[in-house]
């Protein structure tokens, strides 16, 4: 059977005719951000490039990679403000008695020597009995001793003249020794009794006379726990606590794993929840001299200036302890981010011109944070942005796909 050509040639035709017509050109890809402008596109190798006419760029805050000195270990302990202990004074009663007047209220700032309230006591009554007692018998041993002197002038001429025997002259000379004993012993009874009243701030020679308690320095009034009226006869307890406040202490709690960081002497930076963002300098007053067996730590006490009068006992904060320190390239934490587990930043090279770049972080420092590997000393990087950054490359994969 003879089959017809047509549908070969046919065929043939159609192939043709198809092998005639242009594959459809690819478009454009769009602009990362595309403006009728193009104000922002990304190139190869992370590259994005953002007009320098475009308001978008004004969003984005550039700042170059510093170098700063920064601890290569520390640790960081919970700390508590409290009054320096070495200018801290608990005002007891010298006396016991009826409180007559209280001259401060809690929290009043006092000058060292100034009056804080006063005492009616019987026992400033007895000090005034025992200074007039001792001036009496004073001046009776005075007068014994004259008169024991001249006995013994009187039987030492008479012995002369073979008027008394030895034995007299002898009586005399240990009458005589007696005498000026006994006015030592009254002079010395006398300085204590003057020396009490001194103590008690009276008057020789005065019964009645309040005591008066005064500030032993300057400071502020931190507890007061007497009213006029009340008698008091303890004299062990306290009735108000006087500090200086113009240092204070911040103590902490090192683990003594740790210890090694810790030098008296050394600064140390203080942070305190009352003062969020600031940071505070300290020294290292004291090292406890033993180790707490429960907790394995060891007190630690750092001394602050606070003439400004900012920190109060009981602000609680920390303290940060260094080993070393040495130069490290540090960029603010805002300008890195977190893409498919890589740490990512924007180097700005030309201006408008960014590129993205990985980098090897090291730990927090405050707002900023350690670059170990990645950028070098005076490369700009994106600090404020950075998210923006990285919504405009993906814009531009997405695009460009």
């Known amino acids: ?30 602009a990362v951000g595309a403006t009728p402008q193009a104000a922002a596109a990304q190139g190869a190798s992370g590259e994005i490039s953002i007009d320098p006419q475009s308001p978008l760029l004004d969003q984005i805050v550039r700042e170059p990679v510093r170098i700063e000195m920064l601890p290569t270990d520390e640790v960081v302990a919970a700390g508590k403000i409290e009054a320096n202990p070495n200018r801290l004074s608990r005002v007891m009663l010298p006396v016991t008695g009826r409180i007559s007047r209280v001259l401060v209220k809690l929290g009043d700032a006092v000058r060292a020597g100034q009056p804080l309230f006063t005492v009616l006591s019987p026992d400033a009554d007895a000090a005034t009995s025992s200074y007039l007692s001792s001036r009496a018998a004073g001046t009776q041993a005075e007068s014994a001793l004259s008169k024991a002197q001249a006995d013994f002038d009187r039987e030492t001429d008479l012995f002369a003249h073979n ?32 020396r009490r ?55 902490s709690q090192v683990p003594e794993s740790y210890l090694r960081f810790v030098q008296v002497g050394e600064r140390v930076d203080i942070s305190l929840i009352a003062y969020p963002g600031e940071t505070f300098e300290g020294r290292v007053s004291r090292i406890s001299d033993t180790l707490d067996p429960q907790t394995r730590t060891v007190k630690v006490q750092a001394e602050m200036d606070n003439r400004e009068g900012r920190f109060r006992p009981e602000m609680y904060g920390s303290i940060h302890h260094v080993e070393n320190l040495v130069p490290m390239a540090v960029i603010p934490v805002g300008a890195v981010v977190q893409t498919e587990g890589r740490s990512i930043v924007y180097v700005e090279g030309d201006t408008g011109h960014f590129t993205a770049r990985e980098v090897m972080l090291g730990k927090p420092a405050g707002t900023m944070v350690r670059v170990t590997k990645g950028l070098s000393k005076g490369e700009s990087v994106v600090s404020d942005g950075a998210m923006l950054m990285k919504g405009l490359a993906a814009s531009g994969r997405k695009a460009g796909a």
Request: proline residues 8%.
């Open 1 to 30: 059977m003879i089959r017809s050509p047509f549908p070969v040639l046919l065929a043939l035709v159609v192939a043709a005719a198809g092998c005639s017509q242009k594959a459809p050109e690819p478009k454009p890809s769009a």
């Open 197 to 251: 009243l001194r103590v008690l701030g009276l008057t020789p020679g005065e019964f009645q006379q309040e005591v008066v308690i005064s500030s032993p320095l300057s400071g502020k009034v931190l507890e007061l726990s007497v009213v006029p009226g009340e008698y008091r006869t303890d004299q062990t307890v306290p009735v108000m606590t006087v500090a200086d406040l113009s240092t204070v202490w911040v103590t």
């Open 163 to 194: 008027a008394v025997a030895k034995k007299d002259v002898q009586a005399a000379e240990s009458a005589l020794a007696q005498a000026k004993a006994a006015l030592e012993q009254s002079h010395a009874a006398l300085e204590q009794a003057t």
